[in-house]
């Protein structure tokens, strides 16, 4: 009997809620809607939101306003002219562009469209956008991309903040040149040797934590064990990299993780052969392991040692 009288003191209740929505709520949200506090408060919502978006200032806005109607070689931002000047033609045969960067306006310099949905890499940054953006471009297969081994927006690299996207760049580009501090890599499938019984190519100098401040050491010995905790901290190896047959710096770095050496980072090499990298210690698994640093040459695409094999111990905090 209980039960048979549920259901309609159900329909009773939902019956009288409808009610006193319709004449009570709806009414009181309608004239709520009309109060020149709520357009007030829509406004300062939308303000506040506009002004959490990665970038946006007040000078830059009114830059953006003054800028308008001048031509593109009036408001380039140093270097990016020689960029576009060196990289257009090849770009030029691409259906897509993609840039690891926060600088969307490579997509008007090369008017190209972004091969990811996800043009921006700062909003690639949960995992299954980064899946996308890989899926994405193993779709179109663009021949150039723009990278980057600085710290973005989040304050990390690409290594931590983006390392799905990063080990397919690793995978599947090669450095190709380094024009105005921008970054281009070119796509290569052939897998990158790693070749081990040669001399090294290079020294591990200095290792260093970056909290507050940064603070810096001699390299530690082999088989000393650093500890990095993943919170608040960003470890940076440093040191040379030089091919030494050929008597020049390497074309770049690379940071390996595990006995399986995975590629999980790259950084440049300054014209004085020395190179600084961060090390991915929020994307790396927690616990004990070896990471090695490797000089790429970009004549015979293989990866030679630089020093000695570095262990290291990832904890949370």
């Known amino acids: 009997m209980a039960a048979q009288g549920a259901f309609p003191t159900f329909l009773l209740v939902v019956y009288f809620s409808l009610e006193l929505y319709s004449k009570k709520l709806l009414k009181s ?35 953006r306003f003054e800028n308008l109607g001048r031509s593109n070689t009036e408001i380039l931002q140093p270097g990016q ?30 008017n190209k ?30 021949n150039l991309i723009l990278l980057t081994d600085l710290p973005i927006l989040t304050g990390r690299t690409l290594a931590d903040s983006t390392p799905l996207i990063l080990q397919y760049f690793l995978d599947r580009y090669r450095p190709d040149r380094l024009v105005a501090e921008r970054w281009l890599w070119r796509r290569n499938e052939t897998p990158l ?36 905790r993943q919170k608040k901290r960003i470890y ?6 030089v091919l030494s047959a050929q008597n020049r710096p390497a074309d770049a770095v690379y940071l ?13 090499v300054n014209p004085d ?32 040692p630089i020093g000695y094999d570095i262990e290291i111990k990832i904890v949370r905090r």
């Open 256 to 268: 390996s993780y595990g006995n399986s050496d995975r590629l999980v980072a790259a950084a440049r």
């Open 29 to 63: 949200l309608n004239l709520f809607f009309t109060l020149p506090t709520y357009k007030i408060l829509l406004v300062t919502i939308l303000l506040t939101l506009i002004a959490a978006e990665p970038g946006f200032s007040i000078s830059n806005l009114s830059d």
């Open 273 to 304: 052969a020395t190179w600084s990298l961060a090390i991915p210690s929020m994307a790396l698994p927690l616990g004990k392991e070896i990471v090695r640093m490797w000089a790429y040459d970009a004549s015979r695409d293989r990866l030679q």
């Open 236 to 241: 940076t190896l440093e040191g040379s990299a």
């Open 113 to 142: 469209p972004s091969c990811s949905k996800f043009g921006n890499i700062y909003y690639a940054l949960p995992t299954v956008a980064q899946e996308v953006v890989v899926r994405e471009l193993e779709e179109t297969k663009p």
């Open 193 to 228: 040797q790693l070749t081990r019984n040669v001399a090294s190519s290079g020294t591990l100098d200095r290792w260093c934590v970056v909290e507050s401040e940064r603070e810096c050491k001699a390299m530690p010995p082999p088989g000393e064990r650093q500890k990095l």
């Open 81 to 110: 002219q020689e960029v576009l000047t060196a990289f257009k033609t090849d770009i030029d045969r691409q259906s897509c562009f993609y840039t690891a960067t926060t600088e969307s306006i490579w997509y008007y310099l090369f």
